[in-house]
């Protein structure tokens, strides 16, 4: 953890931020190494702007739901911190609610139906784990970003 926050300490002391800023979360993206570091790829180039999490997950875990201007470490697979990323805009909607025009801004898929496939075995293999069920009709938070610091 000192990495994380000597990493934090030098996005502080570099972007002359609040020095009583605080980070809410620290993670990396996906269940498996290989997609974990090559979403952050397409952060760190600039191409992934957003991620999509289960409500469930917030809720199962007695996560407070990420809000605008929400500071946020993202690791590569092993934990290393690659970079800080600032909450832009949080949208709440059913699974099905979601349209291409939404969700293209995760920068991962060229059409819904890959993005549907690939948030239905990841929510699908995520609940399993933390004991809730998929459907088209369970919530997603849609969570808009910007990277405002990486080394």
Partial sequence: MNDIQSFFNRFIEQSHRDSNARYVDVYHFELNEYWANELLRLVLIGQKKATA?????FKLGNETLPKKGDLNIITDFAGN????VETKQITILPFKDFTYEIVK?????DNLES?????IRFFTAE???LGYTFSED???V???FEVVYQE
């Fill in 105 to 109: 801004r995760e920068g991962e898929d």
């Fill in 142 to 144: 849609f969570e808009d």
């Fill in 127 to 129: 609940g399993k784990a």
């Fill in 81 to 84: 911190p690659r970079c800080v």
């Fill in 53 to 57: 999490s289960s409500y469930d997950s």
């Fill in 115 to 119: 993005w549907q496939q690939g948030h």
């Fill in 138 to 140: 369970m919530l997603v």
